[in-house]
């Protein structure tokens, strides 16, 4: 079974500059995604960004982007120019192929400092 | 841009009542999900539907649990017979089987008393 693990469970960043947060997973699977999903106080599920494992260009979007690295089994996610909206529970996410279940890692609270 | 509708926002049930959650998915996706996320932990999948059926469940999708789409638009979670545990945030999603990730709804905060 895939298992998705974040080992941080909350990380602090002054406003404006940059933070990391871990992602590590399990799978015997050579094709298959993986996402960030942003949850603010809301609780709302929005997608971040999303990496497709046969591609070995890291994604980018806007402030975000991650850091594949496909032997590691590990998919971080760096947030830049950090704002206070940012603020939130953060979560990586894996799924097999299209029309499969996501498998979610503990998630990671990241709070932007003023 | 399409969103995933879900209904009501917050539930209060008493132990023992049936609930029915329900769901609006996007309306040219084929997959269907119903996940749960209880108050301080991870999202946790409950099961998949497509073609009008079950696809995939987990062990947590026991037979308390049913989904339907009834009338080819709504999406609807029963909960037979809850209990104090069930109380969570579920959230419905839907997918149109490409490789872009799931559109969520909002959540239902189911609580049970």
């Known amino acids: 079974a895939q298992t998705v693990t974040q080992s941080q469970p909350e990380m602090s960043v002054q406003e404006a500059e940059t933070v990391t947060l871990s992602c590590t997973y399990d799978?015997?699977?050579?094709?298959?995604?993986l996402f960030w999903y942003k949850q603010p106080p809301s609780r709302q599920m929005i997608l971040v960004i999303r990496?497709?494992?046969?591609?070995?260009q890291n994604a980018t979007e806007n402030r975000f982007s991650v850091n594949f690295q496909k032997a590691a089994k590990s998919f971080s996610l760096k947030i830049s120019d950090s704002q206070l909206g940012d603020a939130a529970m953060y979560f990586c996410?894996?799924?097999?192929?299209?029309?499969?279940?996501?498998?979610f890692g503990g998630g990671t609270r990241v709070l932007v400092k003023p | 841009e399409p969103e995933v509708t879900q209904t009501p926002s917050h539930q209060v049930t008493q132990m023992g009542q049936e609930v029915i959650l329900r769901c609006v998915p996007i309306?040219?996706?084929?997959?269907f999900y119903w996940y749960r996320q209880i108050l301080g932990q991870k999202v946790e999948f409950l099961v998949s539907?497509?073609?009008?059926?079950?696809?995939?469940k987990s062990e947590i999708f026991d037979d308390q649990f049913s989904v339907e789409r009834p009338d080819g638009s709504n999406f609807t979670l029963k909960i037979r017979s809850t209990k104090l545990e069930d109380s969570a945030m579920y959230f419905c999603?839907?997918?149109?089987?490409?490789?872009?990730?799931?559109?969520f709804g909002s959540g239902t905060r189911l609580t049970v008393v």
């Open positions: 996410a894996y799924r097999r192929t299209a029309g499969n279940k996501l498998t």
């Open positions: 799978t015997s699977e050579s094709d298959y995604y």
């Open positions: 999603a839907s997918s149109g089987g490409d490789n872009y990730g799931y559109t």
């Open positions: 990496q497709e494992a046969y591609k070995q």
């Open positions: 309306s040219n996706h084929l997959y």
């Open positions: 539907f497509y073609n009008n059926e079950i696809s995939e």
